[in-house]
């Protein structure tokens, strides 16, 4: 079908469009809360922080990412992508409020590990909404696209985030 023709695909490009949004705020989100507390001289993370702030940016890949395509399949697909992307946001100001209140440890990362989380099934959820709007033959060629773009996005964001704690400078504001 060719990349050309996919992107003249409405519902592609839809999910295309959330996709990308949804990665670049992930990849914001992840090198922010890393430039925020494993990074920032005022906190003197040690190397335990550092390794439970890895895992919570990485555990919903196992914990959840299993999972998620069989739960998906039992949810209205629309309705768990409009409340995930609601709870992320609302998540997204907890972790952030509490990275403004210079909180660490179990405050923090519970919800960080949630924003992870319910990203996952975001991820998920676009995914399994793939053969809905590309035809079966052009599968394979329309996810490769979505997922390597995707990653890329996720890069750019985590470089904004890098660009606004540099612009910013340190501290947890």
Do not use: C, K
């Amino acid at each position: 079908m060719g990349l050309a023709r996919l992107l003249r695909t409405r519902g592609f490009r839809r999910l295309l469009a959330v996709r990308f949004t949804t990665q670049w705020a992930d990849g914001m989100f992840q090198a922010a809360l890393g430039g925020a507390v494993l990074f920032n001289p005022e906190r003197h993370a040690d190397p335990l922080a550092v390794a439970t702030g890895l895992a919570v940016l990485l555990l919903p890949y196992s914990l959840i990412g299993p999972f998620a395509g069989a739960l998906l399949d039992r949810w209205d697909r629309r309705r768990v992508l409009m409340g995930a992307n609601l709870v992320r946001a609302a998540l997204v100001v907890v972790v952030a409020s509490v990275v403004l209140s210079g909180g660490a440890g179990l405050p923090l990362y519970l919800p960080a590990l949630a924003v992870a989380g319910v990203s996952r099934f975001v991820l998920a959820g676009l995914s399994v909404a793939l053969p809905h709007v590309v035809p079966r033959q052009h599968l394979v060629e329309a996810n490769t696209f979505a997922v390597t773009a995707g990653a890329a996005m996720a890069a750019l964001g985590g470089a904004t985030a890098i660009g606004l704690r540099e612009l910013l400078r340190t501290g947890d504001a």
